[in-house]
């Protein structure tokens, strides 16, 4: 197979993330999923791993861990979704996309282990599994040292639960995909949680009363150890906990990025982070990503902090509040779901200076409109100009939809809010509006995050724009 048919391969199996339609089957023992495994001989099962599950933050805190491992001068693997601009992104080894022959390879195999499994089962793969056994095989194909895999959607029905790893991570839990994964945030750490493995260890940075009790409950239950992180700085500083004080840090500019510069507390160890991730979030995730490199320090993978703190600060996430325009400041962030918006639009109200912002903003249709335009309508955002994206997805929310919530808005703080078919549209309208010390954000989808990074990567000439970095483009 060439690239494009391997593309058509993967995605003609059902294929839950471009549809929307997002279905499972209650199999705990992923009947199907290990029948194709075995047909691989279980690459899985040939190099420690890490699994990480949570409804935000397990990307940032997977990249962490890797970039941090890599710096240790280990050999490492990456696995993550969705991908922004090419399928190649999800299965990163040192840091790098495998390449378009590696795909097909992987694919190859993984078409031929599929035709020797019974019909019952093999048709009902998805896309999903197809793309985690292509990575669990490519992993072990490159020998790596470690395997950071991050969960799909949940965790204790997920593809990616066959593997026993050496800690689990649980990140912050909210609202998002209740329709399948429970609408109580008990549930759905009740879902998450199911990556505890018996005996295990599980790091957990997840703050919510009703989901930290689901957790410990499931971590007593297997006899597993948790590690906590948490941003109370009164919280006890012991062998088990990791502390980022949600005050103490600082944001500075260097080389078109910003950075935020903080301390980690641990077993009365103060260490200096910098990382160039805004926000108390990523302090968090910075955290509970230390907590992993440091474990697995005990676990027969020595790190060095020096080289630790180097690949924090040498880590690539985009479209994570990342800096992509100069005068005015544009920003891209992927939030996709209330609690994330109201994080992003707190952190750059309190560390980036500006006079007015604007606002590019496009949202899947199964999302929760009502709460996120409850979020930008707060008085500390000076929002001027409002610009809805319509149609930069097949699953993207129509006007009528956005209009219902945003009739809400007061009158007198109304802002100045217009409707664009698609991005390019949307972002003219936008700069018509903005002035030099203004900022402009783009939000509310990675799908709209991805077009927005695509087009200002080759649209403009600053520095911001020339950090972007592109590995391909299947989705056009």
Partial sequence: MNYHDTLNFIYSFSDFERNGTFSRTEDPYFTRFR????????????????????????????????????AN??????????????????????????SEEETCELAEEVQA?????PVELASGLITFEIITAMAFLAF??????????????????????????????????????????????RQIAGEKAGIIKDNGLVIVSAEHPDALEVIQQTAAK????????????????????????????SVYKENGRFFQKFQIIHAEQHISCSIPLLGAHQRQNAGAALAAVQTLNTKGFPANIERTAFGFATVQWP????LVGESPLIFIDGAHNADSLQKTLQTICKDIPYQRMHILAGSLKDKDIAGMTQILRQESVRLHSLVICEKFSPRAAAAEIWQEHLAEWPEEEDPNIQYADLFE????????????DDLILITGSLYLAAIALQHIATTRKDSAAASITIYGQDHA
């Fill in 73 to 98: 001068n280990y050999q490492t693997g990456l696995y993550t979704s969705p991908d922004l601009h090419t399928l190649r992104e999800r299965i990163m080894i040192q840091g790098k996309p495998i």
């Fill in 425 to 436: 549209a949307g972002l003219y309208l936008i700069e018509e509006n903005a002035k030099p």
């Fill in 113 to 117: 282990a599929i035709a020797r499994m």
């Fill in 140 to 185: 072990a194909k490159r020998h790596v040292h470690i395997a950071i895999i991050e969960t799909g959607l949940g965790g204790r029905l997920d593809p990616t639960n066959i593997i026993q790893p050496v800690l689990c991570i649980i990140t912050s839990i909210s609202f998002d995909h209740m329709a399948i994964l429970g609408g109580t945030i």
């Fill in 319 to 322: 479209a994570r509040l990342q």
């Fill in 222 to 249: 297997r006899a597993a150890q948790i590690i906590s992180v948490t941003g109370s700085s009164g919280a006890v500083s012991d062998e088990h906990t990791y502390i980022y004080p949600e005050q103490e840090y």
């Fill in 35 to 70: 029948a194709l495994m075995r047909l691989l001989n279980n690459p899985q099962n040939t190099y420690p791993t890490i699994h990480i599950a949570g409804t935000k933050g397990k990307g940032s805190v997977s990249a962490l861990i890797e970039s941090a491992m890599r």
